[in-house]
């Protein structure tokens, strides 16, 4: 893994979250905020402040950048700022999501959580 991604692990919560709702798509900044709500079903809660707080420390390590809004985005206000994830972000991204998968994977050895081939004890 690269040291420049290394350094960034492990994401916050709020970060980790911001970077899953531009991986696929370019987004303003009360459209994340509402796909991370609705993704997580209620569970994470950005608020205007954490997300404009994280953004500017995203934009400054690279991990987004500005964009301009979707050509095929009908409401698209010049108003906003939409952000979209680089190529580096994407890494950090990655990174992030195999790290978790290790920490599941130790989780499940110590029988703490249920894997599709084993229940979880009581």
Known sequence: MDE???QHLPLS???YQILLSLID???HGYAVIQDVR???GGEVELTASTLYG???RMLDTGMVRESDPPADLADADARR???KITPFGRAVARAEVERLERALAQARTKALWAS???PRDA
Request: hydrophobic share 35%.
């Open 81 to 83: 700022r939409y952000y």
């Open 4 to 6: 420049a991604v290394r």
């Open 54 to 56: 994280a953004l500017p």
């Open 38 to 40: 609705e993704r997580t």
């Open 25 to 27: 798509r370019t987004l």
């Open 13 to 15: 919560v709020p970060v």
């Open 116 to 118: 599709p081939t084993r």
